[in-house]
């Protein structure tokens, strides 16, 4: 359930049906995409996750897929077991916390995608990576974020990962756990094929737990190799901070050959890029922990999130540059009102530029239950990504 939200759910809720900015403008522009809503609702097995960022084992992050391209998808909460799609039994079924998926070409084919996640020692689903850092405790389980391949650095894939602690919340309200760093998976790669079992998790110092600035909630590989239409070697790390009763959007810079240098990183103040995270500025807000980055045709950037983080609203913004400044907000997706259902929320909206066409951008948002446990029993692919599409010409 990877949402990372820190509200009183009574407070959320009051934001969730909260009246739109006066700057804001509204279109229900995108349209369902049936054939990769259908990708995800399975029956057996792996049948149900969030978080779904895509990552090409290619690299190129930026080019259309090719028949041969391998897609990896992370996800954070996942379900695996067996149901008939109209019920559940509580012993059907087991929720891991982390799984990955790989998808080969670039179009939604139920038979060229496999999930991949560990067994116990009873043959049960067991998350496939499990915090073992010098700081890691029992009990501590990793959520997953945005990733990419290193092709002009190490040649590594790289996935940022969010260790999580269970976290009493009686008498206070909110969600019981809490986000207490961000870490880096380093995975070697032989061809286009993850070596999982050499994996090293790696820690990094760009965290605050006060006001859980995280980072990993988009990457942009700004790259040749990537496909990048304006490359300068850098890799722009995106990150999200809740500062004065409000969320924003943080970004970092480093060279891809010293991504896992940290001193190197450097962090947008609004002006200059200075060494220090608690100097870096806001360059928007009200976005979500997860989202994306990407070029457009015409040269300016697109930012997707969803409002808020969980709304029924898929929300865009086009900025001149990688730091902005970026326009008004511009709402493309309202949420059906049949998926938004009385405990229901969607959320963390992102694009996929690889998998999306010269004129259509391909786009998922996750949804969820506040009542969950209850409610997959009844609707047992409720806990899966849904996917939209948006012309270029209107985003632009």
Sequence with gaps: MLFLIFFDLSELSGQLHKGKNKSETTSNIAAGSEAWDMLFVRNEGWFGGDGIFGIPLDGKEFLPASDDTVTLFTFGDTMVGTHDGKKLANADYRMINNSIGLLKGGQSNSHQIS??????????????FIPKTEHSKEGDYYWLGDGFVNNEGDGNL??????????DTTGIGGFGFEQIGVHILKVPLEGDVPNFDKTEQIETPHFNIENQTSFGSAIYVNTKSAGAPDPDGYIYIYGVSNQNERKGLLVARV?????LYFDKWRFWDGHQWLPHVKDAAFI????????SVSPLPNGKILLVYQYFTMSDEVSTQIGTSLKGPFNERKTIYHVPKETWREHYFP????AYPHLSTQDSILISYNVNSFDFFNDILNDPNLYRPRF???AVRDVE
Excluded at 115 to 128: A, E, V
Excluded at 158 to 167: C, D, E, L, M
Excluded at 284 to 291: F, G, L, P, Q
Excluded at 347 to 350: L, R
Aim: glycine share 4%; proline share 7%.
């Design 388 to 390: 939209i599409n948006v």
């Design 255 to 259: 060279l891809s050959s010293d991504f």
């Design 347 to 350: 959320y963390n909206s992102k």
């Design 284 to 291: 928007t807000w009200d976005v979500s922990n997860e989202m």
């Design 158 to 167: 790289y996935i940022f990962a969010y260790p999580i602690q269970p976290k």
């Design 115 to 128: 999930f991949h996640y560990n067994l116990d020692d009873h043959g049960g689903p067991k998350s496939l």
